[in-house]
């Protein structure tokens, strides 16, 4: 194949589709770097709404959880989701999970809504500064290798708490906690 003709057809391709793909993947954080550290977590005051089965729905019930606590004039905190099954060990119809925000101790919450707490403890944590989308995936990647490397496993529940960024140039923050035994 001649190389001469070849570079100007995919030229036009490379700057039309994967340069603005490429470009979105740099803003969304997907280049970011996701820190891993031991620390103290909580405690956390939250509350939520329950939900069985594919993990995939649980933005939809963040929203429904935050029109409640708007509609009930409750101040909100960062999004929180609890989860307690690992989805490489449980069918996806089995998943369960708690997703809502962080609100202060002691609030009485409207139905469906319930209050729980999580008290202060000792955790892993993996934080990522990234797009609500894609932040998931890059911290229990990163924190699966981790454990993986000193012959551990991510143990569930995980708690993943959502810092939304005060820029629309800047992606919100990602901490996904895993209690240390």
């Known amino acids: 194949m001649n190389l001469k003709k070849f570079l100007p057809g995919i030229t036009p391709f490379l700057l039309a589709f994967v340069l603005p793909l490429l470009l979105v993947y740099i803003w969304w954080g997907g280049f970011n770097p996701v820190q891993i550290e031991a620390s103290v977590a909580g405690p956390y ?92 995936g890059r911290a229990y990647a990163a924190l699966d290798g981790y454990l993986q490397a000193r012959g551990e496993g991510i143990r569930m529940p995980t708690v993943e708490i959502y810092e939304v960024s005060d820029s629309v140039l800047r992606m919100g923050q990602l901490s996904v906690e895993v209690e240390r035994p």
């Not at 929203?63 to 409640?68: K, N, S, T, Y």
């Not at 609890?82 to 139905?111: E, H, I, K």
């Open 45 to 136: 005051s939250y509350a939520y709404l329950e939900s069985r089965g594919d993990y995939s729905k649980l933005p939809d019930k963040a929203v429904e959880a935050r029109e409640v606590l708007q509609a009930a004039g409750i101040a909100i905190g960062n999004p929180i989701t609890v989860l307690f099954s690992n989805p490489d060990l449980v069918d996806v119809g089995q998943r369960q999970a708690r997703t809502g925000y962080l609100v202060t101790p002691g609030v009485t919450v409207p139905l469906p809504l319930e209050v729980a707490t999580i008290p202060a403890r000792q955790v892993l944590v993996a934080r990522v500064r990234a797009g609500s989308m894609l932040a998931p």
